[in-house]
């Protein structure tokens, strides 16, 4: 199986949001392929560098890590 999150569950699921319900975080950690497309990366830096979003230390490297 794979997964194709949307930006927002990306980023709660690397910064370890609590919004992120207990069965989504498990179905994210079961699966053996999870994809973010090209779009919410580049939505993640667009929000990023106009201020829209604060990214915490190290969060790009765990992006590339988990999802490119």
């Known amino acids: 199986m794979r997964l194709l999150l949307d930006t927002h569950v990306a980023i709660w699921w690397l910064s370890g949001d609590p919004r992120l319900s207990t069965a989504t975080r498990r179905a994210i950690q079961d ?11 580049w939505e993640i830096f667009i929000k990023q560098d106009t201020g829209r979003l604060d990214l915490p230390v190290g ?7 988990d999802f490119i």
């Open 31 to 41: 699966v053996p392929n999870a994809f973010l497309s090209a779009v919410s990366l």
């Open 59 to 65: 969060f790009v490297d765990a992006l590339r890590d």
